[in-house]
């Protein structure tokens, strides 16, 4: 069956299959392929076409949203996602509003969050009114590690601006309760947590966030690989710089 999404998408864009092609790094009777006959790509070579046309991954090719049962290696893990590209915003907003005590976010910018989601800081306000805590710990545009994370991923200085534009989303939320702070670590992975759950999206080197893995854990007592990302936060938080209200 033909894609026909991917074929307005290029129409619009004024893509060919050969300039689509040669963006993506395939052969033109690839991309030939995923239009008249409704092939997907591989998650790589789907997340750079998807980009290059400027449409959601999923949109063009939904069989690429999908998670993967996770082996018992521990009680406390739910699921396991190639890519954070796989996990829909609708799973972060969902337990971000099922709290009722903690809410704790720690990423260098993360914008895909309000992207999705234009609602997340009236949701955030909802939740701490309820007496919810919300700590939101973003990465600071000016320090060394968050300029080095932007080499690695041959970004340039495109992950300082995200960072800067993650500050202006969510410093509304600066006059209610809850807590906005700014960090410079070196951030191993980014950690959303909503009381007892949390999704750990892995920092891989060289690999966009979104291309990296991510781990969905449930808390299952004590000691736990939850508590380690846990108490990892409270590290990052405890060091981080509180954002002055304007």
């Known amino acids: ?17 050969a300039t689509l092609a040669a963006r993506a790094q395939v052969d033109p009777k690839s991309v030939e392929r995923w239009v008249n006959l409704g092939r997907t790509p591989r998650r790589a070579t789907a997340l750079l076409a998807a980009e290059t046309l400027g449409e959601d991954v999923h949109a063009l090719w939904p069989a690429l949203r999908q998670a993967r049962s996770a082996r018992a290696v521990s009680s406390e893990l739910v699921a396991l996602y190639d890519q954070r590209a796989d996990v829909p ?18 990423v260098y910018a993360a914008v895909f969050l309000h992207e999705g989601f234009p609602r997340l800081n009236d949701l955030l306000r909802e939740r701490a009114a309820e007496g919810c805590s919300v700590r939101i710990a973003l990465g600071d ?18 992950i300082e601006s995200r960072c800067r ?9 600066l006059g209610v309760p809850g807590k906005i702070r700014t960090h410079g670590t070196t951030l191993y992975n980014s950690i959303y947590r909503a009381d007892d759950q949390l999704l750990a999206n892995a920092h891989v080197w060289g690999v966009n966030a979104y291309g990296a893995p991510v781990w969905h854990l449930r808390r299952n007592g004590d000691g736990g690989i939850f508590d380690t990302y846990a108490q990892s936060f409270d590290a990052v938080w405890t060091a981080a710089k509180s954002v002055p209200e304007e």
């Not at 005590?101 to 720690?106: G, T, W």
């Not at 000016?142 to 041959?154: P, Y």
């Open 1 to 17: 069956m033909p894609n026909e999404r991917l074929r307005a998408a290029m129409a619009a864009g004024g893509w060919t299959h």
């Open 141 to 158: 545009a000016e320090s060394d590690n968050v300029r080095q994370r932007g080499k690695e991923e041959r970004f340039g200085h495109g």
């Open 89 to 106: 915003v609708s799973t972060f907003t969902d337990m971000l509003a099922e709290a009722r005590e903690n809410i704790d976010v720690l």
């Open 165 to 173: 534009l993650a500050l202006m989303h969510y410093r509304p939320l």
